[in-house]
């Protein structure tokens, strides 16, 4: 079996799903379809129940069910996402084992989820005993590292589940927070003149260096003072800055786009007041909009829940942790399924020119979870 996860790997590799967001349009790697139709393959003859959710065009969640020997009490979904960011070269697509390693696009994020969690379950249904009233349902989502398409999709559909755990590299331990994301976009006026005679004008972009400033140092030290048992503080982080149209002119118009990482409750609308509000009190003169992105909120999962309170034990965790980063749990918490977030590999390898997991990852990963699904009542 440990060989079997570790094939399933370098064989998802193989098979491009880059995100369209990322490609020209029409390009032979883009989208996730090759890896459904691939798992759907797998699943069928591994005797699961295949179900295709048609999101986007050719763009599909794939779902595979294991159904109870029973009736069904309770549900609990195995959550990764198909997609990867774009390769920076083919090569990336030829996965290659070395020094205890698998190397490859999505190695890590999450192709190593999604070849866990599928064995994981597959291996299940191949073993007499089943559970006896829970229904085990993996699903592999789409657009998880742009629009999140997949999980809203699923969150709009009402879909009922006890439990989803959702695959992020998050080195094998449970997480039930993580930080949500509010792109927000400040933009500062002033008035045109001749770089000649700039006594005419008003600086656009000298005003907007003052509200840089302003929100790297006392906005981000005032965030500080807010703290998650488990998430720490919020953050900001000035992206991009865009401003005037030639060197010989004082630029009217200055605009930057600010990267916002929240807490658990904090919601839009209130960051953006929240920033308005602090520019103001430095009597800087900025406008804050949001930029128009599906928000992406913070999660915060009880480990009180049975199933939560279950998985911790039976991976040997005394508490469970936070992440810095946001991923579909939240979109799918935010739909009424309580989402916890769990893989193989870590986070510092995602989207690098190398990407990588290691081997002892996928098959520490492929035992804990097997054992976990095999104790489901």
Known sequence: VMAQVTQLLAELIALPSVNPAFLPSRHPHAGEGRVAEYLAALGAHAGLEIEFQKVLPNRPNV??????????????????????????????????????????????????????????????????????????????????????????????????????????????????????SVWLEVETRGRAAHGATPWFGDNAAHSMARVVDALQTGYAAQLTKKKHPLLGHGTVSVGTIHGGTQTNIVPDRCVISVDRRTLPGESEAATRRAMSAFLKSRKLDAQVANVKLKLCPALETSEGLPLVKQFLGSIGQERALGLHYFCDAAVLASGGIPSVVFGPGDIAQAHTADEWIEISQLEQGHALLLNFLKSLP
């Open 63 to 180: 779902l595979t069910r294991l159904r109870p020997a029973g009736k069904i009490k309770r549900t609990l979904l195995l959550a990764p996402h198909l997609d990867t960011v774009n390769v920076v070269s083919e090569a990336q697509l030829k996965p290659v084992k070395r020094g205890g390693r698998i190397y490859g696009r999505g190695a890590c994020d999450t192709k190593g989820s999604v070849a866990v969690m599928f064995q994981a379950l597959c291996d299940l249904a191949a073993l007499k005993q089943r559970p006896q009233e829970t229904e085990i349902i993996f699903v592999g989502l789409i657009d998880e590292e742009n629009g999140q398409c997949g999980s809203r999709f699923l969150a709009g559909r009402r879909f009922k589940a006890d439990l989803a755990i959702v695959g992020e590299p998050t080195r094998l331990f449970l997480a039930t927070a993580h930080k949500g």
